[in-house]
Nanobody, 116 residues
Framework: QVQLVESGGGLVQFGGSLRLSCAVS????????MAWYRQAPGSQRELVAN???????NYADAVKGRFTISRDDAKNMVYLQMNSLKPEDTAVYYC??????????WGQGTQVTVSS
């Protein structure tokens, strides 16, 4: 299994920014589709954004124009830049690594709280 460790979460005011990081235990170059998911209290886990080995990206409608997913394969890192944060963005954010249908691995999550 791929080991993933998220960091960068915290408490931020309305309209602020945070940058989440995901450290991956093995090379992700041309191998894994990476993604960020989030789960708010009482809600199901939902996809926030993903990025393919070819750097094609996909975003949930709720975060388009505000969040940016990126990857640095040389450093085995994935990032989520979050701008113009809203209270509705409050959730635990999880990093995910997927290799086609062969495997899917999750980090432990990092809490993001946006105050009003």
């Amino acid at each position: 299994q791929v080991q993933l460790v998220e960091s960068g979460g915290g408490l931020v005011q309305f309209g602020g920014s945070l940058r989440l990081s995901c450290a991956v235990s093995r090379s992700i170059s041309n191998r894994y589709t990476m993604a960020w998911y989030r789960q708010a209290p009482g809600s199901q886990r939902e996809l926030v954004a993903n990025i393919t080995p070819g750097s094609n990206t996909n975003y949930a409608d709720a975060v388009k124009g505000r969040f940016t997913i990126s990857r640095d394969d040389a450093k085995n890192m994935v990032y989520l830049q979050m701008n113009s944060l809203k209270p509705e963005d409050t959730a635990v954010y999880y990093c995910n690594a997927r290799q086609g249908f062969l495997s899917s691995s999750w980090g432990q999550g990092t809490q993001v709280t946006v105050s009003s």
